[in-house]
């Protein structure tokens, strides 16, 4: 006989499909808690299980005295060429153990098998601890202690309570179920269930409520209470707020002691709601005055939290199993479309056919919307001074056009007009002093003048062309972009020196950022256009010039730059303007249009995933 132990459900555990697994679940749980006599009820575990299971011999043991008793069996040893074995546990004890054998033929257990006994185990151990709990000792095996008991009508109060809140699916009803039928076995002022997920604790039933004011200070204060005991981890009683007994006690009053001052809380008992899985939420129970819950009471309240996290898991796991309503409701509106009239039918197809075509077939350009728009001038040219010296007239101002050419400044010149003007009269005198030699026959002094001749005049070009330099002209067409070049006049300026900066207006460019999601539907040569806010009413257009390689900084989102050039002639538009701006890129299908956007986070979730 191989012996092996039932392994942990998860991925592996897929052979069954889970809504039938959440089914027999949930038939199981109404089986349960449907026995009052222990001895029935041993009967209906080991026989439902082993009809589930496909088992050939099923047995369950029982806690007593220390050691685990054969209690029921469907034969006087249960063996086989494969064996299942799952413990039973209630408040964290162990009460039994379930035992399934299954012989050569059948083959061994697999994993689904494996996780529809684990998941059976919980509601058989819930099922034992409520008959096992006061008023059932004679049902309890031989040598169990049999604690004080509250008496036959605890008994029955608890099972009409657990029947009710295994008796559905539905999460919500379940919640409200087990707050408000409470209240049938202890006397409180406030009870509440909150659902427990990754530390924080979201309270979903309050007794006597309907709806639950999410914001509300006392319901927060509830929600802070029981994601303590989560974290705490085991059911928690104060006895008295204002002479707390027990260290847990004292932390607990320590930490929400203005807050049960405030919300008027002397004592309460808080019950952690919790299976094999982990923490499924928090049972909590306050009173006004101290003591409020016997310690029959607290019994019954635990029994209470068992079958409530069994229910609560369930239902949390019935949720889970995908399509069950929505398959449903596509099968019944497929049952009312065929009912329909023929030509209504046909009428109803054309519709969608048209539709279909309208979202596929007909395309225009998609619009990508660009981030930060800014007008520059097209071309910037920087005006330079190609002398040294003083400005003494500045012609220009800013703003004012100016054609190639134009002079921009007039720096001082006296010096080099007087130096220009003492080389053109030595040229004078060195010609007369050659025809002079020349007349006399002397041919050498003739030669020496002429060379001195041709020197100056070399030097008079060269001051030609520094007179011509200190006057500085525009080399372009365009507009002075310098703020009040007028104030320079007096200032030196070395060779080089930035006097003003021209500019191009009649064609701007536009600068601006695309998405990195868009990016790539962008082109050279594509179309775009903008609005301003000085003329909201007139769109004006350009044509994409460059393509940033590099992302622009940005905390937020990548974009990337790009560069139209954008028609000026009527000079509407200036550098600095606040501007909107979209590329018309390649058409696309208002499917394509609706759906890109899901269809890419998709992709992106199914590589995340899979790749």
């Known amino acids: 006989m191989t012996a092996t132990s039932a392994a942990t459900t998860g991925p592996d555990a897929a052979p069954r499909e889970r809504g039938e697994h959440y089914r027999l679940l949930y038939e199981c749980a109404l089986a349960f808690a449907a026995p009052s006599d222990l001895d029935a009820l041993l009967q209906v575990v080991v026989e439902r299980s082993c009809t589930l299971l496909r088992a050939d011999d099923g047995g369950l043991w029982l806690v007593d005295g220390g050691t685990l008793q054969l209690r029921a069996a469907t034969a006087d040893e249960v063996t086989g060429a494969f064996v299942a074995s799952e413990p039973l546990q209630a408040d964290g004890a162990l009460v039994g153990r379930i035992d399934l054998a299954a012989g050569a033929g059948r083959g061994d257990f697999d994993?689904?098998?494996?996780?529809?006994?684990r998941d059976l185990a919980p509601l058989a151990g819930a099922a034992f601890a409520r008959l096992l709990s006061p008023g059932h000792q004679a049902s309890a095996p031989a040598g169990t202690p049999a604690p004080a008991g509250s008496g036959d009508a605890d008994l029955k109060l608890l099972l009409e309570i657990s029947r009710e809140i295994t008796s559905t699916l539905d999460l919500d009803r379940v919640l409200r179920s087990v707050v408000n039928l409470s209240s049938r076995a202890l006397t409180f002022d406030r009870a509440a269930v909150a659902?427990?997920?990754?530390?924080?604790?979201?309270?979903?039933?309050?007794?006597?409520?309907?709806?639950?004011?999410?914001?509300?200070?006392?319901?927060?204060?509830?929600?802070?209470?029981?994601?303590?005991?989560?974290?705490h981890g085991e059911s928690f009683y104060l006895v008295d707020r204002e002479d707390p007994a027990s260290d847990a006690e004292r932390q607990l009053v320590q930490i929400f002691g203005q807050d049960l001052e405030a919300d008027e809380v002397r004592s309460g008992l808080y019950l952690p709601l919790m299976d094999e899985e982990g923490t499924v939420g928090i049972l909590l129970f306050e009173a006004t005055r101290p003591e409020f819950a016997t310690e029959e009471q607290r019994e019954i309240a635990a029994i209470l939290a068992n079958q409530t996290a069994v229910a609560l898991r369930n239902a949390q796991l019935y949720a889970q199993v995908p399509l069950v309503d929505t398959l449903g409701a596509l099968a019944a509106k497929k049952r009312a479309f065929m009912e329909l009239p023929r030509q209504r039918r046909r009428l109803y197809a054309a519709v969608a056919l048209l539709a279909l075509v309208a979202l596929t077939m007909v395309r225009w350009p998609l619009r990508v919307s660009g981030t930060?728009?800014?007008?520059?001038?097209?071309?910037?040219?920087?005006?330079?001074?190609?002398?040294?010296?003083?400005?003494?007239?500045?012609?220009?101002?800013?703003?004012?056009?100016?054609?190639?050419?134009?002079?921009?400044?007039?720096?001082r010149d006296i010096e080099l007009r007087s130096a220009r003007s003492a080389a053109a009269a030595a040229v004078v005198a060195s010609d007369r002093a050659a025809s002079l030699a020349a007349s006399r026959g002397e041919a050498a002094e003739e030669r020496l003048q002429r060379l001195r001749s041709e020197t100056l005049r070399q030097e008079v070009a060269l001051l030609d062309e520094e007179l011509a330099a200190a006057t500085?002209?525009?080399?372009?067409?365009?507009?002075?972009?310098?703020?009040?070049?007028?104030?320079?006049?007096?200032?030196?300026?070395?060779?080089?020196?930035?006097?003003?900066?021209?500019?191009?207006?009649?064609?701007?460019?536009?600068?601006?950022?695309?998405?990195?999601?868009?990016?790539a539907r962008v082109d050279l040569g594509d179309e775009v256009r903008l609005r301003v806010d000085a003329m909201p009413q007139r769109t004006f257009?350009?044509?994409?010039?460059?393509?940033?390689?590099?992302?622009?900084?940005?905390?937020?989102?990548?974009?990337?730059?790009?560069?139209?050039?954008?028609?000026?002639?009527?000079?509407?538009?200036?550098?600095?303007?606040?501007?909107?701006?979209?590329?018309l890129t390649e058409p696309a299908s208002l499917a394509t249009r609706i759906f890109r956007g899901p269809v890419r986070w998709f992709r992106l979730l199914w590589w995340r995933a899979w790749a």
């Not at 002075?480 to 021209?502: K, N, Q, Y």
């Not at 900084?553 to 974009?559: G, L």
């Open 372 to 411: 930060g728009p800014a007008f520059r001038p097209a071309a910037l040219t920087q005006v330079r001074a190609l002398v040294p010296g003083v400005i003494e007239r500045v012609l220009v101002r800013e703003g004012m056009p100016v054609a190639r050419g134009a002079a921009i400044a007039q720096l």
């Open 472 to 519: 500085i002209r525009a080399p372009v067409a365009g507009v002075v972009l310098t703020p009040r070049p007028e104030e320079r006049v007096g200032s030196h300026l070395d060779a080089g020196d930035l006097m003003v900066t021209v500019g191009r207006t009649d064609s701007l460019e536009l600068e601006f950022g695309i998405d990195q999601r868009d990016i």
């Open 541 to 583: 257009s350009g044509r994409v010039i460059s393509l940033g390689p590099l992302p622009t900084d940005s905390a937020e989102q990548v974009s990337f730059p790009v560069r139209a050039a954008v028609g000026n002639p009527d000079g509407l538009l200036r550098p600095g303007m606040a501007a909107y701006a979209r590329v």
């Open 111 to 117: 994993a689904a098998d494996r996780a529809l006994l």
């Open 195 to 231: 659902l427990y997920d990754k530390g924080i604790c979201d309270i979903r039933a309050l007794a006597g409520q309907d709806t639950i004011n999410s914001k509300d200070p006392k319901v927060l204060d509830l929600a802070a209470r029981a994601a303590w005991v989560a974290g």
